[in-house]
């Protein structure tokens, strides 16, 4: 018998909270060190001289820090009848759905985890408690999705010492 039911919508989440976090405070950095830049004159106090390669040289530090602020709110995670699709801060990862055993996203967590077959986790960073709702949505279309795309495990015979 054909299951008529619809295919579970395809996922896709990023940090809401902490990309606006990491854009005002990286603002803020690269802003403030323009500031420093700009004021700090091209003068000689007999211990330390400043010139203008030393305010050009705070503003690019500035730029650098930014973009390293910025770089914090880089994780995002799609999923579809492919498989997953995970970038964290430093890597990417893309799973097919028979390498995933479940979705986890316990109370105490800050972010959902994937727990893979091989026994190993993997922190999905773009799926974060501080986001509430979505975040509840992101994990539970992972869920259907893996729910509906999962070939089953085979089954095992049981151990010696199982009862």
Not at 56 to 72: D, H, Q, R, T, W
Request: one cysteine or more; proline letters at 6%; a neutral charge.
């Amino acid at each position: 018998m054909p299951d008529d039911s619809p295919a579970p919508a395809p996922v896709s989440a990023v940090p809401r909270r902490m990309r606006l976090i990491c854009a005002v405070t990286a603002a803020v950095v690269v802003l403030a060190m323009v500031v420093v830049g700009v004021l700090l004159t091209s003068s000689s106090t007999g211990v330390v001289s400043f010139h203008t390669s030393d305010q050009v040289a705070m503003i690019v530090l500035g730029l650098v820090l930014g973009a390293g602020i910025l770089a914090l709110g880089r994780p995002r995670v799609d999923a579809d009848a492919a498989g997953v699709r995970v970038r964290n801060i430093l890597g990417s990862h893309q799973l097919g759905w028979d390498l995933i055993r479940s979705v986890r996203f316990d109370r105490s967590s800050a972010w959902a985890t994937l727990l893979l077959a091989n026994g190993d986790e993997l922190a999905v960073l773009a799926v974060q408690a501080a986001d509430k709702e979505r975040a509840v949505a992101a994990v539970e279309g992972l869920r259907e999705l893996l729910a509906t795309y999962r070939t089953p495990e085979p089954r095992r015979p049981p151990l010696l010492y199982d009862n």
